[in-house]
């Protein structure tokens, strides 16, 4: 895997919080929760499109496509939570918090695997 610098790490970590601050907050904050969580999930997802793999195994490979899908689910959730908050009227329900859960759940998968495999 590609490293990222220092300054890519921090905003990758800032984006981070940002988003479960965004998401612990959208009870009560209402367009404020909305803009950092949205903002975090932007700097997340750009930071992942910016670490990129260049070696030719297939497991990592698909590992790494896997986790590109996981931030693309990331950020249809702050489409969602958006729409939401906007009184779009088919998204009622809360439905981007279901989208977080995949996206994270995908997240942590290929946290866990891609290590695993690049030190085979």
Do not use: C
């Not at 959208?26 to 909305?34: C, H, I, M």
């Not at 009184?87 to 977080?100: A, T």
Request: net charge positive; proline share 1%; glycine share 8%.
């Amino acid at each position: 895997m590609k490293e990222l610098s220092k300054a890519e790490n921090a905003i990758f970590r800032m984006g981070a919080v940002l988003m479960v601050v965004g998401a612990a907050l959208s009870l009560f904050a209402g367009w404020w929760a909305v803009a950092l969580y949205t903002l975090g999930v932007l700097m997340f997802a750009a930071m992942q499109l910016r670490a990129g793999y260049e070696g030719k195994d297939f497991v990592v490979l698909r590992l790494r496509r896997q986790q590109l899908f996981g931030a693309a689910v990331l950020v249809l959730s702050a489409v969602a939570m958006i729409a939401q908050q906007s009184g779009f009227h088919l998204l009622r329900h809360n439905e981007w918090v279901v989208l977080l859960l995949i996206g994270a759940v995908i997240q942590f998968y290929t946290a866990i695997r891609i290590p695993q495999e690049t030190e085979k």
